[in-house]
């Protein structure tokens, strides 16, 4: 089994109004996820141990992250999604105690990248953005493997991993700088012009 998109979640969530916002919900949020880990079950009958209380610390950081970045959306709402989505994934990998109990971190790595691979392609669906093309290399053998290891040692890597699988290109030296993105510097220099 590798990282996916799962195509029937992200369909739903895509069709529900205001989805940006409802994202940033937790009570939305917590139910998403729980919908998220079923699609990937192992077997029909096996299921993941969640610590809740250590989900409701990852989510409440990056929504904290999410305001803080939010003026952000209005020069580049796609970049911004990717940022924002890859922020959540590094909130997700480095909780401790970690979020799915009683598997390693590199067992965790694949329900927790679809989750968030899943809610970033049902956000551009909601905005009527172009959907997703998944870099397959990126998600299966030697660069999965790396992807695994690397934010093992660095969660905050994941945004920039997470770029690399949609096929955008990642800004490693400053990867927790928004404004640092080559999308993002492009839209700040249209700014720029436009004054």
Known sequence: M???????????WAGEPALHSRAQSWSWFRQAFGEALQGHAVAPSSSWA????????AFFAWAELVELYTPY?????????????????????EAQPPVLRDVSANAAALPLTSFVLTLLQALHSNAG?????????????????SYVENIAE????????????????????????????????????LARQRS
């Open 50 to 57: 969640v610590d809740e209380e250590s989900l409701a610390k």
């Open 2 to 12: 590798t990282a996916s998109i799962l195509e029937p979640l992200a369909a739903e």
């Open 73 to 93: 959306e209005a020069l580049d709402a796609a970049d911004f999604r990717h940022f924002i989505l890859g922020l959540l994934l590094q909130k997700l990998l």
């Open 129 to 145: 953005t172009a959907a997703l093309t998944l870099d397959a290399a990126a998600l299966t053998g030697p660069r999965w493997a």
């Open 154 to 189: 660095d969660s905050s890597t994941a945004t920039c991993f997470l770029d690399q699988m949609t096929g955008l290109q990642p800004a490693w030296q400053s990867r927790s700088l928004i404004e640092h993105r080559p999308a993002m510097q492009k839209a700040l220099a």
